[in-house]
C-alpha cells in the first residue's frame, strides 16, 4: 500500500508529535529507517529531535513550494536511522499552496525509508490536507477525553474531502489513543464513546498511557527509548504501534 502516513487531528496537544516521534524511536530501535516530515509552523517535531527551526534554511516549506526533498532532508541526532524533513515559521506562508506538490516530493524519497511519518499541525487547513494528499495512510491521534473526541467529525470529514478531491487510495488506517491515565473512570467512558462511534477495531492496541516521562523526554529533546527501564511500558507501547504500521507500510 505505500508507506507515507500522516498523524493528524484538529485538535492541539493530544499527542500527534509525541506519537510521531515514539514510532520513530520505535522503528530504529527495530532496525528500520525513517523520514520524519514536520508539516507544522510551531515545528515541534524539529526542535525535539535536536534542531532548531531558525537556523533551517531549506524547510517543508519550500519543499511545498519548488525546492527539492533532497536539499531539505538532514540527519538527527536521535539516531542515524531517523531524518528528518524540517519544518520552519514559513510554513504560515503555505496555506494555500497545491496539495499534490508534498505528494510529488516525498514520492521521489520514500523508496528509501520503512516509512515516511508526517506530523500535521492542529488544524484542518491546507497543510494537514497536503499531508492527507502526500499519504498512504491517516492514523487519527486522539485522547480520551470529551474535548479529546469532539473533533473527530471534522477530521472525517476532512478525509473524507481528500479522497473525493486529490486521493482516493488513502487508506483510513486507524486510530491511536494516547495520553490514558491509570485509573479514570471519565477516561473509561470516553474510551467506550470512541469504540462506539468509530467501531472497535478502528482503535489501534495498545493505547498510550500518561505518563510524566514522555512529557519530560519532550523536553529534554530525548527519544522515550533512551529512558530505558523508565520508560519501559511506553516505549514498548511505541515498539508494538510500530510494529502494526510497519505491517500497513509494507503490504
Ligand atoms: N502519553 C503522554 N503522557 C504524558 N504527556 C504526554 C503524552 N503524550 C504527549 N504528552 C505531552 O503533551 C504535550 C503535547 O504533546 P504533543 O506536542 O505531542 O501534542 P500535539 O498534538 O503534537 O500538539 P500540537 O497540536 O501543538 O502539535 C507535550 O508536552 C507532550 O510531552
Ligand atoms: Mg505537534
Known amino acids: 500500500m505505500g ?3 500522516t498523524l493528524l487531528n484538529q485538535k492541539g496537544g493530544v499527542g500527534k508529535t509525541t506519537v510521531t516521534l515514539g514510532l520513530a524511536s520505535a522503528a530504529a530501535a527495530a532496525g528500520h529507517t525513517v523520514l520524519v516530515v514536520d508539516l507544522d509552523p510551531q ?8 534542531i532548531d527551526p531558525a537556523d533551517v534554511e531549506v524547510s517543508s516549506a519550500e519543499v511545498l513550494g519548488k525546492a527539492s526533498p533532497h536539499d ?5 541526532s536521535w539516531s542515524a536511522r531517523i531524518h528528518l524533513l ?6 504560515q506562508l503555505r496555506e494555500h499552496g497545491k496539495p499534490k506538490r508534498l505528494r510529488g516530493a516525498l514520492e521521489q524519497v520514500a523508496e528509501s525509508y520503512d516509512a515516511v511519518l508526517i506530523d500535521c499541525p ?5 497543510l494537514t490536507t497536503s499531508g492527507l494528499t ?22 472525517a470529514d476532512l478525509i473524507d474531502e481528500v479522497w473525493d478531491s486529490h ?3 488513502l487508506d483510513l488506517a486507524g486510530i491511536i489513543v ?5 485509573v479514570s473512570g471519565e477516561a473509561d467512558r470516553r474510551y467506550d464513546e470512541l469504540a462506539r462511534i468509530v467501531g472497535k477495531s478502528a482503535i489501534w492496541q495498545p493505547v498510550i498511557p500518561h505518563r510524566v516521562i514522555v512529557n519530560q523526554a519532550t523536553a529534554e529533546r530525548r527519544s522515550i527509548h533512551a529512558y530505558g527501564a523508565r520508560s519501559a511500558d511506553v516505549s514498548i507501547a511505541f515498539d508494538q504501534l510500530w510494529k502494526k504500521l510497519r505491517r500497513k507500510t509494507r503490504a
Open 178 to 182: 494516547n495520553k490514558v491515565p491509570g
Open 86 to 91: 524540517p519544518a520552519s515559521n514559513r510554513l
Open 134 to 155: 502526500a499519504a498512504d495512510h491517516a492514523v487519527i491521534v486522539v485522547e480520551p477525553s470529551a474535548l479529546g473526541l469532539r473533533g473527530i467529525a471534522a477530521v
Open 72 to 76: 531539505a532532508i538532514v540527519e538527527t
Open 122 to 126: 492542529p488544524s484542518l487547513g491546507n
Open 167 to 169: 486521493n482516493a487510495d
Open 3 to 5: 508507506r507515507i502516513v
Open 43 to 50: 515545528a515541534s517535531s524539529t526542535w525535539v529531535l535536536g
